[in-house]
């Protein structure tokens, strides 16, 4: 019975996605739309769709967990997303420029992690739905040593667990 | 100064066998045999028994090195001439024939002031040190490689044993030669690195990797005997400090908090660790006892404690902390309390290191030209500024105070190109530095006060 009831569901998306040429490889970037099997997109609720249709980084200035107002509006628009999704864990890993010593950015990025946390908290997500954890400068995103890529390397990056 | 050891305290060396375990699985009994060697030729000159190493050390000291023979011989030869000369202290004349009596008045025309002589046959290493000046026989030791080891690790070992006795003979201060570097060896690309946990002696040779790769790894620090290392392990995504038991390759959690653990350093009696803690937005600084296990919080500023080193009296320890802003040095009694701030100059301070010596405390200075490493009196005055660099950290001295050694880093291009990191030392007054070689990159280096 339900088998069916999936199958027939199928197959209606399947004659719609061939019926729309205009449709056929739209992604469903905001959410509202039903996926399935032959819809392409990142799949709802999953680490690429935070990435694509989220954001799942946050910047810091130098030496600081400070978050921006860049910053507050990612990490809005993750709140809403973690409460669409209310089964999804995440890890907030905290990260650092090279500027610092290694164990000065241990603590620095677990710091950064932490006020993104925090944030999510205030707002509404459950606690232990995430967990953090710092890098210092050992993961820096950007590999190269100028303002750019120690600005790129700054971050509290949320990933789906 | 006292330059020379008193022969009473030379006398002194009895029979002894030195234990030698292997690192790592599958312990095999090996050994070498120390015995004294009567003196051939010893004399007593009153007045003339010392050699002037203060004005020496303006200049390294002309000491002869025979070629101990051929194979492991001339490793012997190398690996001790190697010791010497990198200190900048020594300079070894070479000298072809290992006669047992040296022809001292052509080595004092030569400028020699100190002349060994000795030979290797069959793994029986027989040294003897002697004054230039006096002719008198300084030390004389017989070395027997058991033959049950591996042999080209103990030649190299039995070269460093004697490179120590002629340092410490000739200069008063323990010799470092035989000692090792505990340090991380980084491959792969720089946003996803594989870190390794690995150590080698101190001049770069016999280079072993202690874990897989899998979990990062950060920070090994030496226990004081130098049979453990206390280090950071992401193992499982839960970065901790972890014990590595080098007898038996075995690991175990040492910090176990809620928070992340790290920043670990063992106290000089070996019984405890100490480390940071996280906490909200800050670390606290705590001492892990290892037979207990009992945790004892130090601080609780609500900022960032960390990097905590221990005074060699085990008394003090001083750390650095952004409990004032930038981060600074502070020292507090080790078991806690107040504590009272020593860095005042520019920038920011880090990394902390207490001399063994007491004398001085090695940092870590981040200002607007860079990092610089330096060291200062514990009172904080005297500060002085030893080397710079793009990122020069984590130092760490030799077990008598003389030379730090440090991860040195060069800034990266675009996509990591050019990015380098390497361990090298310095002495503390400013001068010889110099790298040491390592098969990939290296950071993190911790050094040893032994060789167990």
Known sequence: ?161 | MRSIISDQDADILREVLIPRRKILYGCMASGIMMTPLSSVFAQQQAGADEIMVDRARNEPIPIVIPNFGLGNGSVLTKVLTDDLNNTGLFRVISSTSPTSTPDFTSYKVMGARAIVTGSEVNGRVEFRLWNALTGEQMQGTAYSISASGSMGEDIRRVAHMIGDVIYERLLGDKGYFNTRIAYVAQTGRRSEPTKRLAIIDYDGANSRILTGGRWLVLTPRFSPVSNQIAFMSYVNNRPRVYLFNLQSGQQRILGDFSGISFAPRFSPDGRSVVMSVTRGAGSDLYSVDLGSGSKHQLTNSGAIDTSPCYSPDGSQIVFSSDRGGRQQLYIMSASGGGAHRISYGNGSYAGPVWSPRGDLIAFVRIGGSGFSLGVMAPDGTGERILTQGFTVESPTFCLNGRVLAFCNQSAAGSRGSGFSSSIKMIDVTGFHERSIPTSTMAMDPSWSSGNS
């Open chain 1, 1 to 161: 019975m339900k088998l069916k009831l999936i199958s027939a569901f199928g197959a209606a998306l399947l004659l719609a996605a061939c019926g729309g040429g205009d449709h056929k490889g739209a992604t469903t970037g905001n959410g509202n739309v039903s996926q399935g099997p032959s819809v392409s997109g990142p799949v709802p609720g999953s680490q690429a769709d935070l990435v694509a249709n989220v954001g799942d980084r946050v910047f810091f200035e130098f030496n600081s967990n400070k978050l921006t107002d860049d910053a507050r509006a990612t990490l809005n628009r993750q709140a809403d997303w973690l409460k669409k999704y209310p089964n999804v864990q995440v890890m907030i890993a905290g990260n650092c420029d090279d500027r610092g010593t290694e164990e000065y950015n241990i603590a620095l990025g677990s710091r950064r992690a932490n006020a993104a946390r925090d944030y999510l908290v205030s707002l509404g997500v459950a606690s232990d739905r995430m967990t953090t954890i710092s890098y210092g400068k050992d993961k820096p995103i950007a590999e190269g040593d100028n303002e750019e890529a120690w600005s790129q390397n700054r971050n509290a990056t949320t990933s789906v667990r």
